[in-house]
């Protein structure tokens, strides 16, 4: 057994090893055509959803404090009081295509989703666990049902794979309530666990957009195990784009590493960062309530206003928002969710352009809102609609052409000169809610173009 297991890991370090190679020859510009889908979706589904959504934040009938999908670290659960949620796992409402639909007419471009999170609970039928979907009464395999939705519908589909786990018997270290000895345990072992289910997961249900790594804070993942993970899965789909939290480099939850780190953009986690990354790509993952996995007295729920205009406000900045969802035990995706999500749809029915494949604000943050670039175009996104009917739109990189709103059918809008600034005479009432837009076309080119991929901060 032994003797397998180091042919395996061999294996496996000289498969990566190879990667390397290839990895650190990325030219620019290959690495601009592997990044380019992602900078274009803007705006993401995040799904949180395992064995958690069953308690949903309460065990023995009581409230546990923390997250939803922490419950097991939380309420300081063994292995044995929390596997035979196996036993009742059963979302015989669960619809791939529903969920599908749902993010599809919200907007977004891409999902991605908890193939295994800290629980070690597989929504796949995992090859080498037992510890899996297929082991509940439910026996479908979850993400094989999505990934063809996905592909029907042209979302990319993309897994969330924890790199800790509490439950398998190498995984190191232990909680302090585990009974289970640990000098039996062999890390470097549960190391070629993991990657045989990426492996799996990259042949049976790719191309995948994204492999979005979490749980490397421990002590026993190390720079060099993160280095290897990350050219080990780009051994497996060149193209795929893998977070920095392979890494040991994410500087708390503002997301961002060092160029020295593994990992293709930063992962700020609730919280939009101030001025945005300059210079690197970064996506900001957020809950609609306050936690991850469903809890069911969490009805803290942020507005769809406020979503719209978050939304808004990372695009401005360079980039994406991934929002998350936390499904029922059922297999639901809550109500409030749900209607929020149709807000936002809706909204980028109409608005979606001053998104999708945009760039940075070449104009800062005006007090009146955010703004994004494409090309020759300018979005000035409004979040407060001027009373007197004029918006003054400072330091343009370049001469207006025309000036329209999108929400009013293209309406266009008178622009006048003064000084360095443009004046825009706007109706007296704002033609969307909460974020209305007006598009301005240059006569010239915009710095963002001139610079080929647009990725420069704004001013």
């Known amino acids: 057994m032994r003797l397998r297991l180091a042919l395996l890991l061999c294996l496996l370090t000289a498969a990566a090893c190879a990667a390397a190679q290839t990895t650190l020859t990325e030219t ?16 993401g589904m995040f799904i949180h959803w395992g064995l ?48 599908v639909r749902i993010a599809k007419s919200a907007g977004m471009k891409y999902i991605v989703i908890t193939s295994k999170h800290h629980d070690g609970f597989c929504l796949f039928d995992a090859k080498n666990s037992d510890y899996d979907v297929m082991a509940t009464p439910f026996r479908r395999d979850i993400l094989k049902e999505l990934a063809a939705e996905c592909r029907k519908a042209g979302i990319r589909l993309c897994f969330y794979h924890s790199i800790m786990d509490w439950h398998h018997p190498d995984y190191l270290p232990r909680r302090p309530w585990d009974r289970r000895p640990a000098d039996t345990a062999s890390f470097p072992r549960y190391v070629a666990y993991m990657k045989e289910q990426l492996r799996q997961l990259v042949q049976d249900y790719g191309p995948l957009g994204i492999l979005w790594f979490d749980g490397e804070w421990e002590n026993t993942w190390t720079h060099e195990l993160g280095k290897d993970l990350y050219a080990y899965v780009r051994s497996l789909q060149p193209d795929v784009i893998v977070n920095n939290r392979v890494d040991k480099g994410r500087r708390g939850m503002q997301g961002m590493s060092a160029p020295e780190f593994a990992g293709d953009y930063g992962t700020p986690e609730q919280e939009v960062p101030p001025e945005g990354l300059p210079g690197v790509d970064w996506e900001s993952c957020i809950t609609m309530n306050d936690t991850w996995g469903v809890k069911k007295n969490d009805n803290n729920w942020k507005s769809s206003a406020h979503l719209i205009r978050m939304l808004s406000d990372i695009a401005s900045k360079g ?40 760039t940075a604000s070449r104009i800062g943050k005006p007090a009146w809102g955010r703004s994004t670039t494409k090309g020759n175009r300018i979005y000035l996104l409004v979040f407060d609609w001027p009373s007197d009917g004029v918006l003054r739109v400072e330091a343009l990189p370049g001469t207006p052409r025309k000036a329209s709103l999108l929400a009013a059918k293209r309406t266009g809008i008178p622009l006048r000169q003064d000084g360095s600034a443009w004046l825009l005479t706007v109706p007296a009432q704002p033609p969307d809610s909460p974020v209305s837009v007006i598009a301005i076309e240059l006569t010239r080119p915009s710095m963002s173009m001139r610079t080929g991929t647009g990725e420069k901060p704004h001013d």
């Open 28 to 43: 620019p510009e290959q690495r601009d055509k592997r990044m380019r889908w992602f900078r274009e979706a803007r705006f």
């Open 52 to 99: 958690y959504a069953i308690p949903a934040g309460e065990w023995n009938g009581k409230p546990v404090p923390g997250l939803g999908e922490w419950i097991m670290n939380s309420a300081r659960l063994t292995v044995e009081d929390y596997e035979p949620l196996v036993h009742r796992f059963n979302p015989v409402q669960f619809s791939a295509r529903e969920w």
């Open 319 to 358: 980039g994406n928002l991934l929002l998350n969802v936390g499904p029922t035990a059922e297999g639901l995706i809550p109500a409030p969710s749900v209607e929020r999500l149709a807000d936002m749809g809706r909204w980028m029915k109409v608005n979606g352009e001053s998104i999708y494949g945009t």
